[in-house]
């Protein structure tokens, strides 16, 4: 069982950034692919980004160009690198891994079977 815990939110001002980390035990972390989603109040979980277990990476078109993906296998920690925040990024943020070996179907929660507990991202106006 795979167990993955956020850590990172906080409250930002437009234009700040944050770097978001996920922890994960439980699993031989460099076999899995990694995401990233957020969901914002009343609205639907939104696909952030995802990186391969070979390190390919897929970014929603929301934040394309201001947030990056990365990963340390000896540290069993995915990041996310949030750049250039608006305050429409506020959201809760989720890391997610898909069952061991599959690089596929990354862009959908639907493909993911373990989540993390979220971590709250603030920005301000």
């Known amino acids: 069982q795979v167990q993955l815990v956020e850590s990172g939110g906080g409250l930002v001002q437009a234009g700040g950034s944050l770097r978001l980390s996920c922890a994960a035990s439980?699993?031989?972390?460099?076999?899995?692919?990694m995401g990233w989603f957020r969901q914002a109040p009343g609205k639907e979980r939104e696909f952030v980004a995802a990186i391969t277990w070979i390190g390919g990476t897929y970014y929603g078109d929301s934040v394309k160009g201001r947030l990056t993906i990365s990963r340390d296998n000896a540290k069993n920690t995915v990041y996310l690198q949030m750049n250039s925040l608006k305050p429409e990024d506020t959201a809760v943020y989720y890391c997610?891994?898909?069952?061991?070996?599959?690089?596929?179907?990354?862009?959908?929660?639907?493909?993911?079977?373990?989540w993390g507990q979220g971590t709250q991202v603030t920005v301000s106006s």
């Open positions: 997610a891994a898909p069952r061991a070996g599959i690089n596929y179907g990354l862009v959908h929660s639907s493909g993911y079977t373990y």
């Open positions: 439980g699993g031989t972390f460099s076999r899995y692919a």
